[in-house]
């Protein structure tokens, strides 16, 4: 930049202050001055001339002919502009930074919560653009911890739409109970304790799901009949017929396996908890168990 700059025959000094990312006060050679952020396009550097009008009604001007320009005076560095904008996405935070799993869990419940009351809010008594931007930042705070612990974004949906009726000492509903139907009841999935984690060894173990994340008997039981009495008609492409095969044998596993929601609760089996030490143990084989379905007779389990 140096070799450019006496080329060009600007000053070293002010050469570089030509640092992308930066606030910049440009004096050209003519007398006249503008005001812009240098950016970097395509190896070419430019300038985001915004002369106190915002970005969206800024002009880049550029490439950046160095032999027009007489000084160069830095307004605000690359940091500045960047903790600036940090500043606005998140605002104040909401909460104390958690370092265990039980701390992760409940900040992000809280945060869903508020997220929550701010969307009433925000719909009560016309648009209130004041808790409309806080949510905002509730948002970006929340998707901030839930990347820190790599949470699913199922996972999230299924945070974000239970915590209030968590906050409210409700019962968790299922999946199902949340969706409006079977396509839109994958969008959704309960966490497991281990998935909100700091460590992620223990988050990548495989642990036992949560008995919320299974559907009920019945309904169970409705998608096996239903997959038979597709079958059962004879104007069934091959294809149709191969997916309510595989359809029907999965929810034939179901119910002799007890993979459901009434069977996995019955067997009350929970994950283990940290050490004292902070770290979580896995078991070493697979967990035997027997539970109980809703007609009485005993299920043999395996968890893994």
């Not at 003519?30 to 915004?50: F, K, L, R, Y």
């Not at 079977?182 to 988050?203: C, G, H, I, N, W």
């Not at 168990?289 to 389990?301: F, I, K, L």
Request: glycine share 6%; net charge positive; aromatic share 6%.
């Amino acid at each position: 930049m140096d070799a450019q700059a006496q080329q060009g025959g600007i000053l070293p000094a002010a050469a570089a202050a030509l640092s992308v990312g930066s606030l910049l006060e440009i004096t050209y050679r003519d007398g006249s001055t503008t005001e812009g952020v240098i950016a970097d396009t395509q190896g070419a550097t430019w300038v985001q001339c915004s002369d106190g009008a915002t970005i969206l009604l800024s002009s880049p001007w550029g490439p950046v002919d160095l032999s027009v320009i007489h000084a160069a005076r830095t307004l605000k560095s690359a940091e500045q502009i960047a903790a600036e904008r940090a500043a606005r996405k998140f605002g104040e935070e909401a909460y104390r930074p958690p370092t265990t799993r039980d701390g992760h869990e409940e900040t992000l419940y809280a945060l869903a919560a508020d997220m929550g009351d701010l969307a009433r809010e925000t719909r009560q008594g016309g648009f209130a653009l004041a808790a409309f931007r806080r949510k905002t930042q509730l948002e970006a705070q929340f998707d901030r911890l839930a990347d820190q612990i790599a949470l699913a974004k199922t996972k999230r949906r299924y945070i974000r739409a239970t915590a209030t009726r968590r906050r409210a000492g409700e019962p968790m509903p299922r999946p199902a109970e949340i969706a409006g139907g079977p396509m839109e009841e994958a969008l959704y999935s309960v966490p497991k304790p281990q998935d909100f984690d700091p460590d992620p060894a223990t988050r990548n173990r495989r642990w036992p799901r949560p008995a919320l994340d299974y559907n009920t008997r019945a309904e169970v039981q409705s998608s096996l009949d239903a997959a038979l009495q597709k079958l059962a008609k004879k104007r069934v492409s091959p294809k149709k017929r191969k997916q309510m095969e595989r359809i029907a044998a999965t929810r034939k596993r179901q119910l002799e396996r007890g993979e459901y929601f009434e069977a996995v609760s019955a067997a009350s089996i929970l994950p283990p908890r940290p050490t004292a030490a902070g770290a979580a143990t896995a078991p070493a084989a697979p967990i035997q168990t027997t539970a109980t379905a809703t007609d009485g007779r005993p299920v043999q389990m395996e968890l893994f």
